[in-house]
């Protein structure tokens, strides 16, 4: 069993930014390919972005690419997930999710673990 879990979501204004972090307490993280996603109420859960093991591989959802940064510090068992010039649409509770390698040309895939979520929201 892996434990994941996000932080830092938030109210933020349009155009604004937030880094979310997704930690494990166990040594194992930087085993995983980790991905992000998110669900806006009424709205299916969507995939945004996905990492491998060692970090030098990224993949983004094309609706945000150009405003989301997906990052890992294995050495402190932390993924990020950068957003800027946050919108509307970006509002949504926001999850990262391990998968087992290896790590393919796609995000799409079995992701065995998942955290509870941050919430984003985006308002003036």
């Known amino acids: 069993q892996l434990l994941l879990v996000e932080s830092g979501g938030g109210l933020v204004q349009p155009g604004g930014s937030l880094r979310l972090s997704c930690a494990s307490p166990?040594?194992?993280?930087?085993?995983?390919?980790i991905g992000w996603f998110r669900q806006a109420p009424g709205k299916e859960r969507e995939g945004v972005s996905c990492?491998?093991?060692?970090?030098?591989?990224?993949i983004y959802a094309d609706s945000v690419k150009g405003r989301f940064t997906i990052s890992r510090d294995n050495s402190k068992n932390l993924v990020y997930l950068q957003i800027n010039s946050l919108k509307a649409e970006d509002a949504a509770v926001h999850y990262c999710a391990a998968s087992f390698p290896p790590f393919g040309d796609s995000c799409q895939r079995e992701y065995t673990y998942w955290g509870e979520g941050t919430q984003v929201t985006v308002s003036s």
């Open positions: 166990e040594p194992t993280l930087d085993y995983y390919v």
């Open positions: 990492i491998s093991p060692s970090g030098d591989t990224t």
